[in-house]
């Protein structure tokens, strides 16, 4: 996150956001929500911070303990007289599963090619083969690939002159499945016959987009097979919610890395761009990842500043006051401007906790999350300064506390306006909201709620901010039901809706 705007263009009048304006959509007049509790464990950053000795051993090799498999349904076991792809193969814990993920992703393009494209689908020719240290057998060359398992290591990928695939058994699969779940393997593969449906044997149109549109199609496709799964089953079982967010984990990691741009030919979108398109085909079908030919996706994507790349970690604010009272001031700016109640709305101030729980002085404490707090009586948004700093290392980075501290605003918001939903729906609004504020101070907006100016100077997103608030919100979620947050599937796709859509993603009818 960085502590000024680029320059911004004209001020557009602000949408103003209040009861009598939104009474046909979501809220009912005036209702007083001030006894409203939402209780919240913090069960999931517990289980992560013990598991991995504390904060400063965090990080992204900490994913696979925000996820609790327990729920998932996915068989495990390799086969006892050998792969069927290559008998010679090491087994593998996901090696049942994944074969019976490729008959059904090869089944799921044979049932909807013709219905988005017409004509016939044409199946596989070349086959799909794991590559492995020590392989016996070659394995197929083109695409300049000549068989070397070096050259395929921790990676996946399809080659459209022979019509194959190869990925990475012995490396990025295992990891993968240990680290996010067998399902995350099975979405890599459905990925990579994205762009078997891309090519020439098929759509035939690998040369007429740029890269990112490609692969983002081609994650869509992903989604889109993993929806299927989702609502029609795979040999009798579905993905739980765990399996969903093991997908969106692995997805953040194969991400491009903050500071990369939309325009370099290796580019395949930013964890954020990647997640968005996942969940486009997820809830959207395969249809709505036809629609990428023609109306093509723009990355969000963006490179760092040069004030940026002056500081020691060049996408963060130092843990700090300097970081709070910058997230505060932009989160008090753009609510101040849009919340209408018929008179000027006082945003709350922040106050940091020294301890882990939060507690109001006086009045009724609403929980909003983990370490975060709406206090009706004082006006006052709490939360706690250990796990705030928890997060920040654990995720990492700042904007996972401005996340944390933009949802206690939100819920501020959703008191002033009289908003009556309660539960996941409450938090799930809460989440859009960040993403509402996220989206106003993306670096290349031009008409900000309110413009940068020496009077109001506005903070602005850094490369990788957006992917460290998908990555707290998919820790905040609730996968067994019990704590009223919503799914962590849910949780981003309100964000992102914020984000890309603003007003009209969280208020939409």
């Known amino acids: 996150m960085n502590g000024q705007r680029c320059p911004s263009g004209p001020r557009r009048v602000a949408r103003l956001i209040g009861v009598t304006a939104i009474a046909a959509l979501l809220w009912t007049s005036c209702s007083d929500s001030g006894a409203l509790v939402v209780e919240v464990g913090s069960r999931n950053l517990d289980e992560v911070d013990s598991a991995n000795g504390g904060p400063d051993d965090a990080g992204a090799d900490a994913d696979n303990e925000l996820i609790d498999d327990s729920d998932s349904r996915i068989p495990v076991g390799d086969f006892d007289d050998g792969f069927p792809l290559d008998s010679s193969k090491p087994g593998r814990s996901y090696d049942r599963f994944l074969i019976d993920a490729i008959d059904d992703i090869e089944r799921f393009w044979a049932d909807n090619y013709s219905k988005a494209y017409g004509g016939e689908y044409v199946e596989l020719r070349g086959g799909v083969h794991p590559a492995y240290p020590g392989r016996d057998s070659d394995l197929p060359t083109g695409c300049q690939f000549v068989g070397n398992y070096e050259d395929v290591r921790d990676n996946a990928f399809y080659c459209d002159e022979g019509d194959f695939i190869v990925y ?16 995350t393997v099975a979405v890599i593969m459905a990925h990579e016959w994205g762009h078997a449906i891309q090519s020439s044997t098929r759509r035939d149109i690998l040369y007429s987009f ?5 692969e983002l199609q081609a994650d869509c496709f992903a989604g889109a097979w993993a929806g299927h799964v989702q609502e029609n089953g795979l040999n009798g079982y579905r993905f739980s919610q765990s399996d969903i967010t093991g997908a969106l984990l692995g997805l953040i990691q194969i991400g491009d890395a903050p500071g990369s741009t939309a325009y370099d030919p290796s580019a395949h979108g930013s964890a954020f761009d990647r997640v968005s398109a996942f969940q486009d085909g997820f809830t959207g079908g395969v249809v709505s990842c036809v629609d990428y030919e023609s109306n093509e996706p723009v990355p969000l994507q963006f490179g760092f500043t040069v004030e940026e790349l002056s500081r020691p970690n060049p996408g963060d604010f130092p843990f700090g006051d300097e970081m709070f009272t910058a997230m505060r001031d932009d989160l008090v700016v753009f609510w101040e401007a849009l919340v209408d109640i018929g008179e000027p709305w006082n945003a709350p101030d922040l106050l940091l906790a020294d301890s882990r729980d939060v507690e109001c002085a006086t009045g009724p404490t609403i929980s909003v999350a ?16 250990p796990i705030t700093k928890q997060y920040y290392d654990l995720i990492p980075g700042d904007f996972a506390v401005a996340y944390l501290i933009g949802i206690g605003y939100a819920e501020a918001v959703q008191t002033a306006i009289g908003s009556n939903l309660d539960a996941s729906d409450r938090a ?6 960040v993403g509402m504020w996220s989206g106003d101070i993306l670096p290349f907006n031009t008409d900000p709620v309110v413009p940068d100016s020496e009077t109001t100077p506005r903070i602005v997103l850094s490369p990788g901010d957006l992917d460290e608030a998908i990555r707290t919100a998919l820790t905040l979620g609730d996968n067994d039901g019990e704590r009223s947050m919503g799914t962590p599937f849910d949780k981003v796709d309100a964000f992102r809706q914020g984000v890309l859509f603003g007003f009209d993603g969280c208020f939409a009818a």
Not at 168 to 175: C, E, H, N, S, T
Not at 370 to 385: K, L
Not at 428 to 433: I, P, Q, V
Request: charge should be negative; proline fraction near 2%; aromatic fraction near 10%.
């Open 168 to 183: 990475d058994d012995d490396g990025l699969f295992p990891q993968f499945a240990d680290e996010f779940g067998a399902a």
């Open 210 to 214: 740029v890269t990112t549109t490609l």
């Open 370 to 385: 983990v370490g975060v707090a709406w206090c009706t009586a004082d006006n006052i948004v709490v939360v706690s300064s």
């Open 428 to 433: 799930l609004l809460n989440d859009c909201l």
